[in-house]
């Protein structure tokens, strides 16, 4: 498959530019909620049949390239949809956002459009251009695909339990794509092979090093302890808990936490019931060598506390969130800094594992020992 596909799938994404302005245009004259969906759903399928037939010479052994094809035309879309509520241009998805998905015009909505039209777009254009060249992109697959799950669970979930749960219409079925599509592409990354380097010497080495011999490994430990901590407390402030200690914590670090959007007390519920178990596990991962299974996962939690991490925030910060819920000007260099250092970890735990796998890797008997 010649690389220029990759190029042909970038141009193509930028065609959703005037799709959009004749989308808003055209829609304008119908307040129809199913005839919106139908109609994206009609351009969403044409893009996957473009894109088939701009490679149907040298089609990809990869299936996912029309999946990634498609998700890179819609993160445009989600692109525009943030620079139009920023004021920057108009009259792209106006009436999108008022009959389709108003809840995108919230500072939580805000912030996941643009980080789909951001990291997500460049995720999609890597992962392409992989494919093109033939090429494994098992790591920044299953970083993006814990990425995009976090977002499409917070999402979906807020929007069905918070202000807006009255307003969700037909159009909130155009989310569908971005739960099974992640889930099956989640699969077949992970039947890529793993690239090994590492000589069974070296495993053996690494494996027979107890936690204390190793200060990184040490490091991200007692780094996980705190985090779970601050997890389980994040959500025990979410479920309002009458402790004096998290009431303090609302009132002083995070009102955004009180956001009738719910956004914000759906992702610290995740946190908990989601980040808490994995930190445990990895915490038995940094102790028992072998764990194959922890070096995916740590890509996966990676993608998804980016992700999330990026749009609480943001939000937190947002002039779309009212001010009440924002987080006081005198504490937010402590919030930034909490918040940042909360979603490093999981980064520096994902590359620690990458980097240097042999101490989760399973034996192997060296063929020269034989």
């Not at 808003?24 to 129809?32: D, F, G, H």
Request: some cysteine.
């Amino acid at each position: 498959m010649a690389a220029s596909s990759a190029t042909r799938v970038f141009v193509l994404s930028l065609v959703s530019i005037p799709v959009a302005y004749l989308f808003n245009a055209l829609s304008t004259n119908s307040s129809n909620p199913w005839t919106i969906l139908i109609v994206a759903f009609l351009i969403l399928i044409s893009i996957a049949i473009v894109a088939f037939f701009l490679v149907k010479k040298k089609p990809p052994k990869d299936h996912l390239f029309y999946v990634y094809t498609v998700f890179a035309f819609t993160s445009v879309v989600d692109l525009i949809i943030g620079l139009e509520q920023d004021g920057l241009i108009d009259g792209y998805m106006t009436h999108y956002l008022k009959e389709g998905e108003p809840y995108l015009s919230t500072a939580h909505g805000h912030m996941i459009c643009y980080w789909d039209g951001s990291a997500h777009y460049l995720m999609y254009l890597l992962m392409v251009a992989a494919i093109a060249w033939e090429q494994s992109y098992r790591n920044i697959g299953l970083f993006w695909v814990g990425s995009i799950l976090m977002g499409t669970v917070v999402f979906v979930s807020g929007n069905l339990v918070g202000k807006y749960g009255t307003k969700v219409g037909p159009a909130s079925l155009l989310i569908i794509p971005y739960f099974v599509l992640p889930m099956w592409a989640g699969l077949q990354i992970c039947k890529q092979p793993l690239p090994n380097e590492s000589t069974p010497k070296a495993i053996e080495i690494d494996q027979k090093r107890t936690l204390m011999q190793r200060p990184l490994d040490l490091a991200l430990a007692i780094s996980l302890i705190f985090t779970t901590s601050f997890s389980i407390f994040r959500g025990l402030v979410a479920l309002d808990c009458p402790a004096k200690v998290c009431r303090q914590y609302l009132q002083q670090q995070e009102p955004y936490l009180r956001d009738p959007a719910a956004y914000p007390k759906i992702q610290m519920l995740v946190y908990m019931f989601y980040s808490v178990p994995f930190s445990v596990g990895t915490l038995y991962g940094l102790l028992v060598p072998g764990c194959s299974w922890l070096p995916d996962l740590a890509l996966l939690h990676a993608g998804g506390l980016a992700q999330a991490q990026f749009s609480h925030i943001g939000a937190s910060l947002h002039s779309r969130t009212p001010y009440m819920y924002r987080v006081p000007e005198d504490t937010q260099l402590a919030f930034l800094i909490i918040n940042g250092l909360y979603c490093i970890l999981p980064q520096l735990l994902a590359l620690r594992c990458v980097n240097s796998p042999e101490f989760f890797l399973k034996r192997k008997e060296d063929p020269k020992t034989k």
